[in-house]
Protein backbone atom coordinates (compact mmCIF):
# COMPACT_ATOMS: atom_id res chain seq x y z
CA UNK A 1 0.00 0.00 0.00
CA UNK A 2 1.22 3.43 -0.66
CA UNK A 3 2.46 5.65 1.94
CA UNK A 4 0.22 8.09 3.49
CA UNK A 5 0.60 12.18 2.35
CA UNK A 6 2.34 14.76 4.54
CA UNK A 7 -0.13 15.75 6.89
CA UNK A 8 -2.85 13.12 5.91
CA UNK A 9 -4.28 14.25 2.73
CA UNK A 10 -3.18 14.14 -0.97
CA UNK A 11 -3.25 17.67 -1.78
CA UNK A 12 -4.75 16.92 -5.50
CA UNK A 13 -5.66 20.10 -6.32
CA UNK A 14 -6.55 19.31 -9.90
CA UNK A 15 -8.76 16.55 -8.97
CA UNK A 16 -9.94 18.73 -6.20
CA UNK A 17 -11.02 21.78 -8.39
CA UNK A 18 -12.04 19.57 -11.84
CA UNK A 19 -15.95 20.14 -11.09
CA UNK A 20 -15.37 23.83 -11.46
CA UNK A 21 -12.77 23.75 -14.02
CA UNK A 22 -15.02 25.45 -16.92
CA UNK A 23 -15.74 28.32 -14.35
CA UNK A 24 -12.18 28.85 -13.40
CA UNK A 25 -11.23 28.72 -16.90
CA UNK A 26 -13.65 31.29 -17.74
CA UNK A 27 -12.81 33.07 -14.91
CA UNK A 28 -9.09 33.46 -16.04
CA UNK A 29 -9.75 35.15 -19.09
CA UNK A 30 -10.78 38.41 -17.32
CA UNK A 31 -8.60 38.78 -14.48
CA UNK A 32 -4.87 40.44 -14.66
CA UNK A 33 -2.07 37.83 -14.64
CA UNK A 34 1.12 36.96 -13.45
CA UNK A 35 3.52 35.07 -16.14
CA UNK A 36 5.72 32.49 -13.70
CA UNK A 37 9.31 32.29 -13.81
CA UNK A 38 10.77 28.74 -15.03
CA UNK A 39 11.20 28.62 -10.83
CA UNK A 40 7.78 29.46 -10.18
CA UNK A 41 6.41 26.89 -12.36
CA UNK A 42 7.70 23.84 -10.93
CA UNK A 43 6.69 25.07 -7.77
CA UNK A 44 3.15 25.49 -8.95
CA UNK A 45 3.26 21.77 -10.48
CA UNK A 46 3.85 20.27 -7.00
CA UNK A 47 1.02 22.48 -5.72
CA UNK A 48 -1.34 21.49 -8.04
CA UNK A 49 -0.46 17.75 -7.93
CA UNK A 50 -0.21 17.33 -4.94
CA UNK A 51 3.76 17.26 -4.62
CA UNK A 52 3.78 19.43 -1.80
CA UNK A 53 1.08 18.36 0.08
CA UNK A 54 0.04 19.92 2.52
CA UNK A 55 0.21 22.74 0.59
CA UNK A 56 -2.80 24.53 -1.14
CA UNK A 57 -0.75 27.61 -2.26
CA UNK A 58 2.47 29.91 -1.68
CA UNK A 59 3.69 30.65 1.42
CA UNK A 60 1.73 33.17 3.77
CA UNK A 61 3.97 35.33 6.14
CA UNK A 62 3.32 33.75 9.06
CA UNK A 63 3.76 30.38 7.42
CA UNK A 64 6.91 31.57 5.96
CA UNK A 65 8.61 33.15 8.99
CA UNK A 66 7.67 29.53 10.52
CA UNK A 67 9.16 27.44 7.65
CA UNK A 68 12.10 29.73 7.31
CA UNK A 69 13.17 29.79 11.42
CA UNK A 70 11.29 26.68 12.62
CA UNK A 71 11.16 24.47 9.43
CA UNK A 72 7.36 23.88 9.98
CA UNK A 73 4.25 25.54 8.35
CA UNK A 74 2.32 28.10 10.90
CA UNK A 75 0.38 25.22 12.09
CA UNK A 76 3.31 23.08 12.84
CA UNK A 77 3.70 20.67 9.88
CA UNK A 78 6.94 19.89 9.29
CA UNK A 79 7.96 21.64 5.92
CA UNK A 80 11.35 22.71 5.39
CA UNK A 81 11.62 24.86 2.55
CA UNK A 82 9.77 28.72 1.74
CA UNK A 83 7.68 27.92 -1.56
CA UNK A 84 7.16 31.56 -2.25
CA UNK A 85 5.58 33.57 -5.10
CA UNK A 86 7.97 36.77 -5.46
CA UNK A 87 6.86 40.02 -7.48
CA UNK A 88 8.23 43.78 -7.77
CA UNK A 89 7.33 46.35 -6.66
CA UNK A 90 6.12 47.94 -10.00
CA UNK A 91 4.46 44.07 -10.61
CA UNK A 92 2.41 45.04 -7.09
CA UNK A 93 1.25 48.53 -8.35
CA UNK A 94 0.75 47.60 -12.35
CA UNK A 95 -1.31 44.38 -11.28
CA UNK A 96 -3.29 46.11 -8.63
CA UNK A 97 -2.06 43.40 -6.32
CA UNK A 98 -3.73 43.32 -3.09
CA UNK A 99 -5.55 41.13 -0.37
CA UNK A 100 -8.33 39.56 -1.14
CA UNK A 101 -7.52 40.01 -5.15
CA UNK A 102 -7.85 36.93 -7.67
CA UNK A 103 -5.13 36.72 -10.33
CA UNK A 104 -4.33 34.06 -12.95
CA UNK A 105 -0.55 32.35 -13.20
CA UNK A 106 0.55 31.67 -16.22
CA UNK A 107 2.59 29.18 -17.86
CA UNK A 108 5.64 31.39 -19.27
CA UNK A 109 6.61 28.76 -22.14
CA UNK A 110 2.49 29.12 -23.93
CA UNK A 111 0.75 31.26 -21.51
CA UNK A 112 -1.77 29.08 -20.47
CA UNK A 113 -3.45 29.42 -17.63
CA UNK A 114 -2.88 27.37 -14.88
CA UNK A 115 -4.57 28.41 -11.30
CA UNK A 116 -5.86 31.31 -9.91
CA UNK A 117 -4.71 32.89 -6.29
CA UNK A 118 -6.28 34.52 -4.27
CA UNK A 119 -4.11 36.71 -2.52
CA UNK A 120 -4.25 36.70 1.55
CA UNK A 121 -0.86 39.04 1.95
CA UNK A 122 2.08 40.66 0.22
CA UNK A 123 4.89 41.21 2.35
CA UNK A 124 8.36 42.03 1.94
CA UNK A 125 11.06 39.04 3.07
CA UNK A 126 14.15 39.61 4.55
CA UNK A 127 16.35 37.95 2.14
CA UNK A 128 19.63 37.74 4.07
CA UNK A 129 17.45 36.04 7.08
CA UNK A 130 16.18 33.15 4.67
CA UNK A 131 19.89 32.54 3.21
CA UNK A 132 21.38 32.29 6.66
CA UNK A 133 18.81 30.17 7.80
CA UNK A 134 17.74 27.80 5.03
CA UNK A 135 21.09 27.71 2.84
CA UNK A 136 23.39 28.31 5.88
CA UNK A 137 25.23 31.36 4.92
CA UNK A 138 24.71 34.45 2.99
CA UNK A 139 27.05 32.98 0.67
CA UNK A 140 26.13 33.51 -3.20
CA UNK A 141 28.70 30.81 -4.08
CA UNK A 142 25.22 28.86 -2.90
CA UNK A 143 23.55 28.98 -6.47
CA UNK A 144 20.36 29.52 -4.25
CA UNK A 145 21.80 32.68 -2.58
CA UNK A 146 22.72 33.98 -5.59
CA UNK A 147 19.17 33.11 -6.99
CA UNK A 148 17.54 35.00 -4.19
CA UNK A 149 20.17 37.83 -4.34
CA UNK A 150 20.22 38.57 -8.12
CA UNK A 151 16.57 37.00 -9.38
CA UNK A 152 13.80 37.23 -6.39
CA UNK A 153 11.91 39.74 -6.76
CA UNK A 154 11.61 41.53 -3.83
CA UNK A 155 7.79 41.17 -2.14
CA UNK A 156 6.14 37.53 -1.68
CA UNK A 157 2.79 37.52 -2.11
CA UNK A 158 1.03 34.59 -0.29
CA UNK A 159 -2.34 33.01 -0.83
CA UNK A 160 -3.69 29.40 -1.62
CA UNK A 161 -4.68 28.67 -5.92
CA UNK A 162 -7.53 26.80 -7.60
CA UNK A 163 -5.81 24.41 -10.24
CA UNK A 164 -6.86 25.31 -14.05
CA UNK A 165 -4.53 22.86 -15.55
CA UNK A 166 -0.79 21.54 -15.32
CA UNK A 167 1.74 22.74 -17.34
CA UNK A 168 1.94 20.74 -20.52
CA UNK A 169 5.06 19.32 -21.73
CA UNK A 170 6.05 17.56 -24.98
CA UNK A 171 9.05 15.89 -23.73
CA UNK A 172 8.94 12.22 -22.10
CA UNK A 173 5.23 12.74 -21.46
CA UNK A 174 4.84 9.08 -20.67
CA UNK A 175 7.72 9.37 -17.78
CA UNK A 176 6.11 11.94 -15.92
CA UNK A 177 3.69 10.58 -13.15
CA UNK A 178 1.35 12.35 -10.85
CA UNK A 179 1.46 11.90 -6.78
CA UNK A 180 -2.03 10.09 -7.88
CA UNK A 181 -1.01 8.38 -11.50
CA UNK A 182 2.03 7.05 -9.72
CA UNK A 183 -0.36 5.84 -6.19
CA UNK A 184 -2.62 4.07 -8.78
CA UNK A 185 0.55 2.40 -10.35
CA UNK A 186 2.25 0.84 -7.30
CA UNK A 187 -1.07 -0.17 -6.58
CA UNK A 188 -2.02 -1.88 -9.94
CA UNK A 189 1.64 -3.84 -9.22
CA UNK A 190 0.92 -4.70 -6.07
CA UNK A 191 4.03 -2.90 -4.60
CA UNK A 192 3.90 -2.20 -0.73
CA UNK A 193 7.10 -1.14 -0.01
CA UNK A 194 8.89 1.41 -2.58
CA UNK A 195 12.13 2.95 -1.91
CA UNK A 196 13.08 6.02 -3.67
CA UNK A 197 16.29 7.34 -5.38
CA UNK A 198 16.74 10.84 -6.11
CA UNK A 199 19.11 12.38 -8.64
CA UNK A 200 20.19 15.09 -10.86
CA UNK A 201 22.98 13.32 -12.71
CA UNK A 202 23.53 10.40 -15.26
CA UNK A 203 23.58 6.92 -13.30
CA UNK A 204 26.15 4.49 -13.73
CA UNK A 205 26.09 1.18 -12.60
CA UNK A 206 27.69 2.56 -8.98
CA UNK A 207 23.82 3.99 -8.69
CA UNK A 208 21.93 0.73 -9.90
CA UNK A 209 23.89 -1.94 -7.42
CA UNK A 210 23.10 0.75 -4.60
CA UNK A 211 19.63 1.06 -5.27
CA UNK A 212 19.49 -2.93 -5.82
CA UNK A 213 21.08 -3.44 -2.85
CA UNK A 214 18.37 -1.17 -0.92
CA UNK A 215 15.90 -3.43 -2.18
CA UNK A 216 17.51 -6.66 -1.60
CA UNK A 217 18.20 -5.47 2.21
CA UNK A 218 14.20 -4.21 2.30
CA UNK A 219 12.27 -6.79 0.29
CA UNK A 220 11.09 -3.65 -1.94
CA UNK A 221 10.54 -1.93 -5.28
CA UNK A 222 12.90 0.48 -6.81
CA UNK A 223 11.38 4.20 -7.89
CA UNK A 224 13.96 6.02 -9.66
CA UNK A 225 12.73 9.25 -9.17
CA UNK A 226 15.14 12.09 -11.06
CA UNK A 227 14.65 15.47 -11.00
CA UNK A 228 13.90 17.17 -14.50
CA UNK A 229 12.70 20.69 -13.00
CA UNK A 230 15.46 22.87 -12.09
CA UNK A 231 18.85 21.55 -10.83
CA UNK A 232 22.31 23.18 -9.99
CA UNK A 233 23.75 25.18 -12.94
CA UNK A 234 26.14 23.04 -15.06
CA UNK A 235 24.36 19.66 -14.73
CA UNK A 236 24.24 17.48 -17.55
CA UNK A 237 20.79 18.50 -19.31
CA UNK A 238 17.95 16.56 -18.51
CA UNK A 239 17.09 15.49 -21.86
CA UNK A 240 20.52 13.31 -22.25
CA UNK A 241 20.13 12.01 -18.53
CA UNK A 242 16.74 10.94 -19.38
CA UNK A 243 17.78 8.94 -22.31
CA UNK A 244 20.66 7.85 -19.71
CA UNK A 245 17.97 6.43 -16.75
CA UNK A 246 15.75 4.78 -19.66
CA UNK A 247 18.72 2.98 -20.65
CA UNK A 248 19.93 1.77 -16.97
CA UNK A 249 16.45 0.72 -16.63
CA UNK A 250 16.92 -2.10 -18.83
CA UNK A 251 20.00 -3.44 -16.36
CA UNK A 252 17.18 -3.98 -14.00
CA UNK A 253 15.67 -7.37 -13.41
CA UNK A 254 12.36 -7.14 -14.81
CA UNK A 255 9.52 -6.02 -12.63
CA UNK A 256 12.02 -4.74 -9.89
CA UNK A 257 12.25 -1.01 -10.65
CA UNK A 258 10.12 2.10 -12.12
CA UNK A 259 10.91 5.38 -13.63
CA UNK A 260 9.07 8.29 -13.08
CA UNK A 261 10.51 11.99 -13.90
CA UNK A 262 10.05 15.02 -10.71
CA UNK A 263 9.35 18.71 -11.83
CA UNK A 264 11.00 19.47 -9.22
CA UNK A 265 13.45 23.09 -9.18
CA UNK A 266 15.93 22.07 -6.19
CA UNK A 267 17.20 24.81 -4.33
CA UNK A 268 20.54 22.39 -3.05
CA UNK A 269 19.92 23.21 0.33
CA UNK A 270 21.47 19.88 1.78
CA UNK A 271 19.67 18.69 4.66
CA UNK A 272 16.83 20.91 4.72
CA UNK A 273 16.50 19.88 0.88
CA UNK A 274 16.84 15.89 2.02
CA UNK A 275 13.73 16.40 4.42
CA UNK A 276 11.57 18.40 1.89
CA UNK A 277 12.76 15.36 -0.43
CA UNK A 278 11.58 13.35 1.70
CA UNK A 279 7.84 14.98 2.09
CA UNK A 280 8.19 14.77 -1.65
CA UNK A 281 8.69 11.64 -1.82
CA UNK A 282 5.85 10.70 0.43
CA UNK A 283 3.59 12.26 -1.23
CA UNK A 284 3.93 10.25 -4.22
CA UNK A 285 3.45 7.41 -1.84
CA UNK A 286 7.12 5.92 -1.46
CA UNK A 287 7.81 3.96 1.77
CA UNK A 288 11.35 4.62 1.86
CA UNK A 289 13.86 6.90 0.74
CA UNK A 290 17.93 6.62 -0.14
CA UNK A 291 19.55 9.38 1.46
CA UNK A 292 23.60 8.97 0.69
CA UNK A 293 26.40 11.43 0.76
CA UNK A 294 26.52 15.09 0.78
CA UNK A 295 22.61 14.87 -0.31
CA UNK A 296 21.61 17.97 -2.43
CA UNK A 297 24.91 19.59 -1.89
CA UNK A 298 25.79 22.54 -3.25
CA UNK A 299 29.83 22.33 -3.36
CA UNK A 300 31.97 24.44 -2.10
CA UNK A 301 31.61 27.99 -0.34
CA UNK A 302 33.13 31.71 -1.45
CA UNK A 303 36.21 30.22 1.42
CA UNK A 304 36.46 26.77 -0.37
CA UNK A 305 34.85 24.67 2.24
CA UNK A 306 32.33 22.70 1.95
CA UNK A 307 28.98 24.38 2.72
CA UNK A 308 27.52 21.39 4.48
CA UNK A 309 28.98 18.14 5.71
CA UNK A 310 28.65 15.22 3.86
CA UNK A 311 26.30 13.37 6.57
CA UNK A 312 24.45 16.08 7.72
CA UNK A 313 21.46 15.24 5.60
CA UNK A 314 21.34 12.04 6.75
CA UNK A 315 20.96 13.64 10.25
CA UNK A 316 18.53 15.76 9.88
CA UNK A 317 16.04 13.34 8.55
CA UNK A 318 16.82 11.08 10.96
CA UNK A 319 16.09 13.99 13.36
CA UNK A 320 12.33 13.99 11.67
CA UNK A 321 12.15 10.66 10.98
CA UNK A 322 9.65 9.58 13.31
CA UNK A 323 7.04 12.78 12.11
CA UNK A 324 7.94 12.23 8.45
CA UNK A 325 6.28 8.62 8.53
CA UNK A 326 9.00 7.83 5.60
CA UNK A 327 11.69 5.19 6.15
CA UNK A 328 15.15 7.13 5.38
CA UNK A 329 18.07 4.64 3.73
CA UNK A 330 21.20 6.20 4.63
CA UNK A 331 24.03 4.82 2.28
CA UNK A 332 27.66 5.69 2.11
CA UNK A 333 29.65 5.62 -0.85
CA UNK A 334 29.58 2.81 -3.18
CA UNK A 335 33.78 1.77 -4.35
CA UNK A 336 34.30 -1.00 -7.04
CA UNK A 337 35.92 -3.78 -5.29
CA UNK A 338 37.55 -6.02 -8.75
CA UNK A 339 37.81 -9.04 -6.58
CA UNK A 340 34.26 -9.14 -6.18
CA UNK A 341 32.84 -7.45 -9.68
CA UNK A 342 30.67 -5.65 -7.16
CA UNK A 343 30.25 -2.33 -6.00
CA UNK A 344 29.97 -2.52 -2.13
CA UNK A 345 29.53 0.74 0.82
CA UNK A 346 32.77 2.06 1.33
CA UNK A 347 32.69 1.50 5.17
CA UNK A 348 32.19 -2.15 4.44
CA UNK A 349 34.70 -2.88 1.91
CA UNK A 350 37.25 -5.93 3.55
CA UNK A 351 40.80 -4.58 4.78
CA UNK A 352 43.75 -4.78 2.09
CA UNK A 353 41.11 -5.58 -0.11
CA UNK A 354 41.86 -3.10 -3.58
CA UNK A 355 39.47 -0.82 -4.82
CA UNK A 356 38.53 0.99 -8.32
CA UNK A 357 37.64 4.71 -8.35
CA UNK A 358 36.99 6.99 -11.41
CA UNK A 359 36.01 10.75 -9.93
CA UNK A 360 33.60 12.71 -11.75
CA UNK A 361 35.92 14.80 -13.13
CA UNK A 362 37.90 11.80 -14.46
CA UNK A 363 34.76 10.95 -16.21
CA UNK A 364 34.12 14.24 -17.45
CA UNK A 365 37.60 14.31 -18.85
CA UNK A 366 37.76 11.29 -20.51
CA UNK A 367 34.26 11.78 -22.05
CA UNK A 368 36.25 15.08 -23.51
CA UNK A 369 39.09 13.65 -24.78
CA UNK A 370 37.52 10.34 -25.84
CA UNK A 371 39.35 8.33 -23.43
CA UNK A 372 37.75 5.00 -22.47
CA UNK A 373 35.24 4.63 -19.73
CA UNK A 374 35.97 0.90 -18.13
CA UNK A 375 32.62 -1.78 -17.77
CA UNK A 376 33.23 -1.30 -13.98
CA UNK A 377 32.26 2.12 -14.30
CA UNK A 378 29.04 2.44 -16.34
CA UNK A 379 27.25 0.43 -19.17
CA UNK A 380 27.94 0.79 -23.26
CA UNK A 381 24.79 2.29 -23.96
CA UNK A 382 25.30 4.95 -21.34
CA UNK A 383 28.48 6.13 -22.52
CA UNK A 384 27.08 6.07 -26.02
CA UNK A 385 24.52 8.57 -24.58
CA UNK A 386 27.00 10.64 -22.90
CA UNK A 387 29.21 11.10 -25.96
CA UNK A 388 26.67 11.71 -28.52
CA UNK A 389 25.62 14.94 -25.55
CA UNK A 390 29.21 15.49 -24.96
CA UNK A 391 31.29 14.74 -28.13
CA UNK A 392 35.08 14.53 -27.88
CA UNK A 393 36.91 18.08 -28.75
CA UNK A 394 38.15 16.35 -32.37
CA UNK A 395 33.99 16.35 -32.86
CA UNK A 396 32.82 19.66 -31.54
CA UNK A 397 32.39 22.64 -33.66
CA UNK A 398 34.90 26.06 -33.72
CA UNK A 399 34.45 29.39 -35.03
CA UNK A 400 37.62 31.07 -36.99
CA UNK A 401 36.67 34.91 -36.57
CA UNK A 402 39.18 36.39 -39.29
CA UNK A 403 39.31 40.30 -38.86
CA UNK A 404 41.26 42.72 -40.76
CA UNK A 405 41.16 45.57 -42.62
CA UNK A 406 39.45 45.58 -46.34
CA UNK A 407 41.71 43.71 -48.84
CA UNK A 408 44.15 42.21 -46.02
CA UNK A 409 44.21 38.55 -46.91
CA UNK A 410 41.64 37.26 -44.87
CA UNK A 411 39.25 36.39 -48.00
CA UNK A 412 42.01 34.34 -49.27
CA UNK A 413 42.93 32.72 -45.79
CA UNK A 414 39.67 32.14 -46.01
CA UNK A 415 39.15 30.42 -48.34
CA UNK A 416 42.40 28.39 -48.07
CA UNK A 417 41.50 27.24 -44.67
CA UNK A 418 37.94 25.73 -45.61
CA UNK A 419 39.42 23.70 -48.48
CA UNK A 420 42.25 22.19 -45.53
CA UNK A 421 39.37 21.54 -43.09
CA UNK A 422 37.38 20.03 -45.83
CA UNK A 423 40.40 17.92 -47.05
CA UNK A 424 40.73 16.86 -43.33
CA UNK A 425 37.27 16.39 -42.90
CA UNK A 426 34.89 14.95 -39.52
CA UNK A 427 33.26 18.33 -40.02
CA UNK A 428 31.00 20.43 -42.10
CA UNK A 429 33.01 23.64 -42.93
CA UNK A 430 30.90 26.76 -43.89
CA UNK A 431 32.53 30.08 -45.12
CA UNK A 432 31.28 32.82 -43.92
CA UNK A 433 33.07 36.30 -46.21
CA UNK A 434 32.18 39.59 -45.13
CA UNK A 435 30.91 40.25 -49.12
CA UNK A 436 28.50 37.14 -48.44
CA UNK A 437 26.95 38.11 -45.25
CA UNK A 438 26.23 41.33 -46.25
CA UNK A 439 24.44 40.12 -49.36
CA UNK A 440 23.24 37.22 -47.64
CA UNK A 441 21.97 38.49 -44.42
CA UNK A 442 22.41 42.29 -44.10
CA UNK A 443 21.70 43.71 -47.39
CA UNK A 444 20.26 46.29 -45.87
CA UNK A 445 22.75 47.42 -43.12
CA UNK A 446 25.32 50.37 -43.78
CA UNK A 447 28.37 50.99 -42.44
CA UNK A 448 27.48 53.62 -39.29
CA UNK A 449 29.15 52.27 -36.27
CA UNK A 450 25.70 50.45 -35.20
CA UNK A 451 25.20 49.37 -39.08
CA UNK A 452 28.70 47.40 -38.19
CA UNK A 453 27.86 45.70 -35.20
CA UNK A 454 24.87 44.59 -35.98
CA UNK A 455 26.09 42.86 -38.62
CA UNK A 456 28.54 41.48 -36.50
CA UNK A 457 26.34 40.41 -33.89
CA UNK A 458 24.41 38.04 -37.17
CA UNK A 459 27.48 36.54 -37.77
CA UNK A 460 28.01 36.08 -34.30
CA UNK A 461 24.23 34.27 -33.88
CA UNK A 462 24.65 31.94 -37.28
CA UNK A 463 28.19 31.12 -36.43
CA UNK A 464 27.43 29.77 -32.32
CA UNK A 465 24.68 27.81 -33.79
CA UNK A 466 26.26 26.46 -36.49
CA UNK A 467 29.30 25.75 -33.84
CA UNK A 468 26.53 23.99 -31.76
CA UNK A 469 25.92 21.55 -34.27
CA UNK A 470 29.62 20.59 -34.55
CA UNK A 471 30.69 22.78 -37.89
CA UNK A 472 33.74 24.19 -38.64
CA UNK A 473 33.08 28.18 -39.53
CA UNK A 474 35.42 30.31 -41.18
CA UNK A 475 34.44 34.27 -40.48
CA UNK A 476 36.09 37.19 -42.61
CA UNK A 477 34.38 40.17 -41.91
CA UNK A 478 36.39 43.36 -41.14
CA UNK A 479 35.08 43.43 -37.95
CA UNK A 480 36.55 46.86 -36.89
CA UNK A 481 35.63 47.21 -32.84
CA UNK A 482 37.03 45.34 -30.10
CA UNK A 483 33.52 45.25 -28.26
CA UNK A 484 31.62 43.65 -31.23
CA UNK A 485 34.21 41.11 -31.21
CA UNK A 486 34.36 40.21 -27.96
CA UNK A 487 30.27 40.08 -27.93
CA UNK A 488 30.87 37.44 -30.55
CA UNK A 489 33.43 35.59 -28.62
CA UNK A 490 30.81 35.63 -25.61
CA UNK A 491 28.46 34.17 -28.14
CA UNK A 492 30.27 31.21 -28.92
CA UNK A 493 31.35 30.55 -24.93
CA UNK A 494 27.51 30.72 -24.03
CA UNK A 495 27.45 27.39 -25.68
CA UNK A 496 29.51 25.88 -22.71
CA UNK A 497 31.35 23.85 -24.82
CA UNK A 498 34.53 21.98 -22.91
CA UNK A 499 37.31 24.14 -24.30
CA UNK A 500 37.83 27.30 -26.39
CA UNK A 501 35.78 27.01 -29.37
CA UNK A 502 36.29 30.54 -30.52
CA UNK A 503 39.95 31.76 -31.56
CA UNK A 504 40.25 35.32 -33.15
CA UNK A 505 42.63 35.66 -36.10
CA UNK A 506 44.15 39.12 -36.78
CA UNK A 507 45.00 39.32 -40.17
CA UNK A 508 47.51 42.24 -39.23
CA UNK A 509 48.37 43.27 -42.82
CA UNK A 510 49.46 46.76 -42.65
CA UNK A 511 47.06 49.14 -44.55
CA UNK A 512 49.90 50.40 -46.76
CA UNK A 513 50.12 47.21 -48.73
CA UNK A 514 46.07 46.23 -48.79
CA UNK A 515 45.82 49.79 -50.78
CA UNK A 516 48.69 49.34 -53.00
CA UNK A 517 47.57 46.04 -53.95
CA UNK A 518 44.07 46.91 -53.92
CA UNK A 519 43.13 45.85 -57.75
CA UNK A 520 39.17 46.83 -57.45
CA UNK A 521 40.42 50.42 -56.73
CA UNK A 522 38.03 50.84 -53.36
CA UNK A 523 40.62 52.45 -51.38
CA UNK A 524 41.46 54.86 -54.19
CA UNK A 525 37.29 55.36 -53.91
CA UNK A 526 37.77 56.10 -50.49
CA UNK A 527 40.34 58.39 -50.49
CA UNK A 528 38.59 60.54 -53.22
CA UNK A 529 35.92 60.92 -50.61
CA UNK A 530 33.11 58.44 -52.81
CA UNK A 531 32.86 56.01 -50.19
CA UNK A 532 32.45 57.82 -46.83
CA UNK A 533 33.68 56.39 -44.03
CA UNK A 534 36.12 53.89 -45.26
CA UNK A 535 37.66 51.76 -42.53
CA UNK A 536 41.80 52.54 -42.38
CA UNK A 537 40.92 55.41 -44.42
CA UNK A 538 38.28 57.82 -42.37
CA UNK A 539 37.07 55.31 -40.14
CA UNK A 540 38.54 53.14 -36.83
CA UNK A 541 39.81 49.57 -37.17
CA UNK A 542 40.89 48.96 -33.54
CA UNK A 543 43.39 46.24 -33.63
CA UNK A 544 42.34 43.51 -31.60
CA UNK A 545 43.83 43.14 -27.60
CA UNK A 546 43.34 39.31 -27.92
CA UNK A 547 43.93 37.28 -31.04
CA UNK A 548 44.66 34.53 -30.46
CA UNK A 549 46.88 34.25 -33.50
CA UNK A 550 48.38 37.18 -35.53
CA UNK A 551 49.11 37.18 -39.01
CA UNK A 552 50.78 39.49 -42.21
CA UNK A 553 50.72 38.46 -45.82
CA UNK A 554 53.46 40.82 -45.91
CA UNK A 555 55.76 38.47 -44.20
CA UNK A 556 54.14 35.34 -44.51
CA UNK A 557 52.22 33.20 -47.19
CA UNK A 558 48.88 31.87 -47.42
CA UNK A 559 50.22 28.07 -46.65
CA UNK A 560 52.28 29.47 -44.03
CA UNK A 561 49.27 31.41 -42.22
CA UNK A 562 46.84 28.44 -43.06
CA UNK A 563 49.53 26.00 -41.63
CA UNK A 564 50.32 28.49 -37.93
CA UNK A 565 46.23 28.04 -37.51
CA UNK A 566 45.63 24.90 -38.11
CA UNK A 567 48.72 24.19 -35.70
CA UNK A 568 46.43 26.55 -33.40
CA UNK A 569 43.45 23.65 -33.77
CA UNK A 570 45.66 21.44 -33.08
CA UNK A 571 47.12 22.64 -30.03
CA UNK A 572 43.14 23.29 -28.65
CA UNK A 573 42.22 19.16 -28.80
CA UNK A 574 40.13 20.33 -32.09
CA UNK A 575 41.96 18.16 -34.85
S1 LIG B 1 32.07 45.32 -41.20
O1 LIG B 1 32.64 46.59 -40.73
O2 LIG B 1 32.73 44.16 -40.58
O3 LIG B 1 30.61 45.28 -41.02
O4 LIG B 1 32.41 45.26 -42.75
P1 LIG B 1 32.16 44.04 -43.76
O5 LIG B 1 30.81 43.47 -43.51
O6 LIG B 1 33.29 43.08 -43.67
O7 LIG B 1 32.10 44.73 -45.15
C1 LIG B 1 33.23 44.99 -45.92
C2 LIG B 1 32.80 45.14 -47.37
O8 LIG B 1 32.00 46.32 -47.50
C3 LIG B 1 32.65 47.25 -48.41
N1 LIG B 1 32.46 48.60 -47.85
C4 LIG B 1 33.06 49.12 -46.77
N2 LIG B 1 33.99 48.64 -45.95
C5 LIG B 1 34.40 49.41 -44.94
N3 LIG B 1 33.96 50.67 -44.73
C6 LIG B 1 33.02 51.21 -45.54
N4 LIG B 1 32.57 52.46 -45.33
C7 LIG B 1 32.54 50.42 -46.61
N5 LIG B 1 31.64 50.64 -47.59
C8 LIG B 1 31.60 49.50 -48.33
C9 LIG B 1 34.09 46.80 -48.41
O9 LIG B 1 34.69 47.22 -49.62
C10 LIG B 1 33.96 45.33 -48.32
O10 LIG B 1 33.51 44.86 -49.57
P2 LIG B 1 33.74 43.42 -50.22
O11 LIG B 1 32.44 43.09 -50.80
O12 LIG B 1 34.15 42.50 -49.08
O13 LIG B 1 34.78 43.59 -51.24
Known amino acids: MANEPHGGTLKDLIARDAHIYAQLSQEAQSLRDIVLTERQLCDLELILNGGFSPLEGFLTERDYKSVVDTLRLADGTLFPIPITLDVSKEDIGTLNLETGARIVLRDPRDDAALAILTIEDIYQPDKIHEAINVFGADDPAHPSVAYLRNRVKDFYVGGKVQAVQLPTYFDYVALRFTPTELRTHFKKLAWRKVVAFQTRNPMHRAHRELTVRAARELQSNILIHPVVGLTKPGDVDHYTRVRVYEAIMTKYPNGLAHLSLLPLAMRMAGPREAVWHAIIRKNYGVTHFIVGRDHAGPGKNSQGADFYGLYDAQDLVKKYQEELSITMVPFRAMTYVPSLDEYVPEDQVPEGVQTLDLSGSELRKRLQTGASIPDWLSYD ?120 NFFLVHVATPLEHCEKTDRKGVYAK ?26 DITHQTVPEIVHSIMLLLETNGLL
Open 526 to 551: ARRGEIKGFTGIDDVYEAPSNADITV
Open 381 to 500: PIVRILRESYPPRVKQGFVLFLTGLYNSGKDSIGRALQVVLNQQGGRSVSLLLGETVRAELSSELGFSAEDRHKNIQRIAFVSAELTRSGAAVIAAPIAPYEHSRQAARDSVKALGGSGN
